[in-house]
């Protein structure tokens, strides 16, 4: 499964993947030139926390390599999701020394029983 934020999440539109990003073809703001069909485009780099280009122009006639079926917007299918968990598990860990334990052992004593 490809992970697309869902802005970009149609059935409409066409993936097509490269070696460090996809290419999104929508059909949003098109025009021909001379038979050929420009629409918006976005690049989607997943490698860099799945960031987005300013659409530009591009051939709209150009085949999709990747079938719509393929193409989810939840987050466990992101390629950095071990990362995500990761840095979750250090986070709470911190909250966790730096607050309970500090609140436990001022309060703690009265706690006793």
């Known amino acids: 499964m490809l992970y697309v934020p869902k802005n970009l999440n149609n059935a409409n539109y066409r993936y097509i993947i490269n070696s460090d990003y996809y290419e999104v073809h929508t059909n949003n703001n098109c025009y021909t030139q001379y038979s050929t069909t420009y629409c918006d485009c976005y690049r989607v780099y997943p490698n860099y926390d799945y960031s987005t280009t300013y659409p530009y122009s591009c051939n709209y006639n150009t085949?999709?390599?990747?079938?719509?079926?393929?193409?989810?917007?939840?987050?466990?299918?992101?390629?950095?999701?071990t990362n995500i968990f990761i840095i979750?598990?250090?986070i709470f860990?911190?909250?966790?020394?730096?607050?309970?334990?500090p609140i436990s052992r001022l309060f703690g004593r009265w706690l006793k029983c």
């Open 88 to 90: 979750s598990f250090l």
């Open 63 to 81: 085949s999709s390599n990747i079938d719509y079926s393929n193409i989810t917007s939840e987050w466990v299918n992101r390629v950095d999701i």
């Open 93 to 101: 860990g911190l909250i966790f020394v730096f607050v309970y334990k």
